[in-house]
């Protein structure tokens, strides 16, 4: 579905655009394109998507993980929400799936409470939402990966970069890659390395995987750049340009999937 003939340089590497745009159509066509047409769309850090004022940490937490597991389209998944600190569970249990993994449709079915799944959250990204919500969605990308059991492009080792590029796919791009740099000069008062998401995918390389999934999307770039940290903007604005140039230039229309 990827073949295309580059009349422009690159704003990254050539082999590292390739892996995006080869991982995007596996996060597509694995994890369920027709839940990804019908039901996708972008997820930006505003009060549209995470409305309402909440009381304590604990109702914070709780009630952005809820919103974010309904966008990921995860509601009928058995996740048991704890703090890091209380999160004891090394493997995914043993699950049964049925109909899809996402969306309506998905029935997953745990024996006993040992089956829930653990996902857990830091009390110190109360003042970063952003990494709260990207968290969380690492933690789901990572389940949908370990259910699914087919390796993304670049096998076994390039699974953790694979996760961020899923919970692009899943609509969280701009969370991605506003978090996964984060700024550390000043007097050091407003950075807390305990607050940040880990990160897989570089920050470049989340940016250029939010083009890709706005123009699947029809997402127009003036509707992003202004959420993405500033030094980004330029950046976006260029490889979002690029992907569709891309996909007029192709033979073959590579982003017919959306």
Request: include cysteine.
């Amino acid at each position: 579905m990827f073949n295309f003939i580059f009349s422009r340089k690159p704003l990254i590497d050539s082999e590292t655009q390739q892996w995006l745009f080869s991982c995007v159509e596996w996060a597509i066509s694995t994890f369920e394109q027709q839940y990804f047409t019908d039901h996708t769309e972008l997820i930006l850090p505003t009060n549209k998507f995470y409305p309402g004022r909440v009381a304590s940490v604990e109702q914070m937490a709780r009630t952005i993980f809820e919103n974010t597991k309904s966008y990921c389209g995860l509601s009928n998944w058995p996740f048991m929400l704890k703090p890091f600190q209380y999160k004891t569970q090394q493997q995914l249990p043993h699950l049964t799936i049925t109909g899809s993994l996402r969306g309506e449709q998905c029935k997953v079915i745990a024996n006993d409470e040992s089956s829930l799944i653990e996902v857990g959250y830091l009390a110190a990204q109360i003042n970063q939402p952003q990494d709260m919500i990207a968290t969380y969605v690492q933690q789901f990308a990572s389940v949908l990966v370990l259910s699914a059991k087919v390796l993304p492009p670049g096998g076994k080792p390039m699974i953790p970069q694979a996760i961020d590029v899923l919970a692009c796919v899943m609509g969280f791009g701009v969370m991605f890659t506003n978090t996964a740099y984060q700024f550390k000069g000043g007097c050091g008062s407003c950075y807390n390395p305990r607050a940040n998401r880990q990160v897989a995918l570089p920050e470049n390389d989340m940016l250029y995987a939010l083009a890709i999934f706005c123009v699947l999307k029809n997402e127009h770039y003036k509707n992003v750049t202004p959420h993405l940290k500033k030094h980004l903007r330029s950046s976006y604005k260029k490889m979002f340009k690029q992907v569709q140039l891309l996909q007029s230039s192709s033979e073959k229309n590579i982003l017919t999937i959306a």
